[in-house]
């Protein structure tokens, strides 16, 4: 049944938040709904002819009306249609078909608008769909856990300092990977791997990771950790979140102590893109249910080879390339960027 257009004037709706408009009465079944913004009114008809599948603003419900106008100036995108309100992970938000020119600078732009702002938004095209089985490939230091397990380890060896001004230059990208990790790791020679067991007991799993997993398996998704950093806490996360695999690179250890070396070849930023082609293709996954999340420069190749590359709380080099991020919230907003 189509519903009368309505217009309504801006200034009676500008500091109210969506989730307490006359949107949030909308139901399931009057979706798309098309919508026309001026700076004075919004106009909103029975239905609409705009494409669902292509190009999408998600926002959540506490954005105001006059935010949502300066996002959209400040992005130079045009609304079209209110494609749905998703109630996941006990928060709301709203799907718009946009419009725009130069879609990868209106990305860009809203990734500076969402910090400048302090909200999670996102820009997306062709999304992978949530109710479809997918896969999800995160990293593991400071993406999946709050920590990065090296300079834990470090700090109970006596080397804290050294080796964590190492690890954020290589996350910024400003050192090359393998050679960082193989000078971090030598500084470790002849520490106890007691102290591994120490890190692992006392993990701490980012915010939103339980719910995101949860939320992802109902729906038959594949998720699994690509790390440059160590299999002895990897697999640990594998066997304690269920997880489909893990990657990381393999301490050399003994007489129970560490030997500054790795074994074999390193999980650097290719490999970790190889781990999700290899998972894609184990597990039947199509290149649009595929997803990537990370938050150092050794991530990006990896995001680049998934359909939607998510850069999760990440250094500035990763934030520039991602195709969308999550900047304050946890690991599960994921869930609202997925159709």
Not at 111 to 123: H, R, V
Not at 171 to 176: A, I, T
Not at 283 to 300: E, K, R, S
């Amino acid at each position: 049944m189509s519903l009368i257009a309505k217009v309504i004037p801006i200034d009676q709706i500008k500091h109210l938040p969506l989730g307490a408009s006359v949107l949030s009465e909308k139901s399931e079944s009057e979706f798309p709904i098309a919508l026309h913004f001026t700076d004075k009114d919004l106009t909103i008809n029975g239905s609409s002819s705009t494409e669902t599948d292509t190009l999408e603003l998600v926002v959540f419900s506490n954005l105001t009306f006059s935010l949502l106008l300066q996002l959209t100036a400040y992005c130079q995108i045009t609304i079209c249609a209110l494609n749905a309100i998703n109630q996941r992970n006990k928060l709301t938000s709203y799907r718009f078909s946009i419009q725009g020119g130069d879609i990868k600078s209106a990305i860009k732009l809203l990734g500076q608008f969402s910090l400048d702002n302090k909200i999670e938004a996102a820009i997306l095209q062709n999304a992978p769909k949530l109710a479809q089985p997918g896969l999800l490939v995160m990293d593991m230091d400071s993406t999946t856990i709050k920590i990065e397990c090296i300079d834990e380890i470090a700090a109970l060896a006596g080397v804290g300092e050294e080796v964590a001004a190492v690890t954020e230059l290589a996350m910024q990208g400003e050192l090359d990977f393998v050679q960082s990790l193989y000078q971090r790791v030598s500084k470790l020679t002849d520490a106890p791997e007691q102290i591994l067991a120490e890190v692992a007991n006392n993990i701490p799993l980012m915010e939103g990771l339980e719910t995101l997993i949860e939320a992802l398996k109902i729906h038959h998704w594949k998720i699994a950790i690509a790390s440059g950093g160590f299999t002895y806490f990897a697999d640990h996360l594998k066997e304690l979140l269920n997880l489909d695999g893990a990657f990381a690179n393999k301490l050399e250890i003994v007489d129970n102590k560490l030997t500054g070396k790795v074994l074999g070849d390193v999980v650097d930023a290719k490999v970790k893109a190889t781990c999700l082609t290899m998972l894609s293709k184990e597990f039947d996954i199509p290149f649009n249910q595929t997803v990537a999340m990370g938050d150092g420069a050794n991530d990006l190749i990896m995001m680049a080879a998934a359909n939607l590359g998510v850069a999760f709380h990440a250094k500035t080099i990763v934030l520039k390339q991602a195709d969308t991020c999550i900047n304050e919230a946890g690991l599960d907003c994921l869930i609202h960027w997925l159709k």
